[in-house]
């Protein structure tokens, strides 16, 4: 079982609406969680972050996060041809980090 | 911040050569990470330095990659003799502190082994 598991997709969302990825993961001291977003051809940056149960909102992005069930997901609302890439969940437990290998979203115009 | 620094961007060398990358990290952070992104295994962590001191080398896949940090400002990730299935793009990246922080990521390093 991989540490992380991400749906690779491609999903394929209009503009304008709302996409959601999802992520689970087996290491149960996993204390926080990363989503990262990868452009083709570049290098992941951090969209944001989560530690706590429950929702997490920042700007058209909100991540989820349940621990008992293990599951952590980025919704993006009001999505834009510019948010097309790839989304890496990155659970982290003390020294111990994790990259799933990523879902690619398309927005289409 | 001119960011995290690696060279060369591409290296195409040919099998059993010995092969360097190289990394500066953001002025000020404490911790690096060397990653390994393909196709097929997605991006994993070779080995990762808090104050220069590497702390999980788990992710080295054999004897053949060695990584070292002389100082803050500098590692380097050495792989002797390559072989084909090197072939990859390896990330340098840093953080501000130890743990879970978030991850600034060098432009890369394309490797390929013929």
């Known amino acids: 079982q991989k540490e992380v598991e991400q749906n690779s997709g491609p999903l394929s969302v209009p503009e304008g609406a709302i996409a959601s990825l999802n992520c689970t993961y087996s290491?149960?001291?996993?204390?926080?969680f990363f989503w990262y977003r990868q452009y083709s051809g570049k290098s992941p940056e951090l969209i944001m972050f989560?530690?706590?149960?429950g929702d997490k909102e920042d700007g058209r992005f909100t991540a989820q996060l349940n621990k008992a069930s293990q599951y952590v997901s980025l919704l993006i609302r009001d999505s834009q041809p510019s948010d097309s890439a790839t989304y890496l969940c990155?659970?982290?437990?003390?020294?111990?980090?994790?990259f799933g290998s990523g879902t690619k979203l398309n927005v289409k115009p | 911040d001119a960011g995290v620094i690696q060279s060369p961007r591409h290296e195409v060398t040919e099998m059993g050569q010995e092969v360097t990358l190289r990394c500066k990290p953001i002025?000020?952070?404490?911790?690096l990470f060397w990653y390994r992104q393909t196709m097929m295994r997605g991006l994993e962590l070779l080995i990762y330095?808090?104050?220069?001191?590497?702390?999980?080398d788990s992710g080295m896949p054999e004897d053949r990659f060695s990584a070292k940090m002389p100082n803050a400002s500098f590692s380097t990730l050495k792989i002797q003799p390559s072989e084909p299935r090197d072939s990859a793009v390896y990330f340098c990246?840093?953080?501000?502190?130890?743990?879970?922080?978030?991850?600034?990521f060098g432009p890369g390093t394309r490797l390929t082994v013929l």
């Open positions: 330095f808090n104050n220069n001191v590497p702390i999980d």
């Open positions: 989560i530690y706590s149960n």
């Open positions: 290491d149960r001291g996993s204390q926080s």
């Open positions: 990155a659970p982290y437990n003390f020294n111990k980090f994790y």
């Open positions: 990246a840093s953080s501000l502190l130890a743990g879970g922080d978030e991850q600034f």
């Open positions: 002025s000020g952070h404490n911790s």
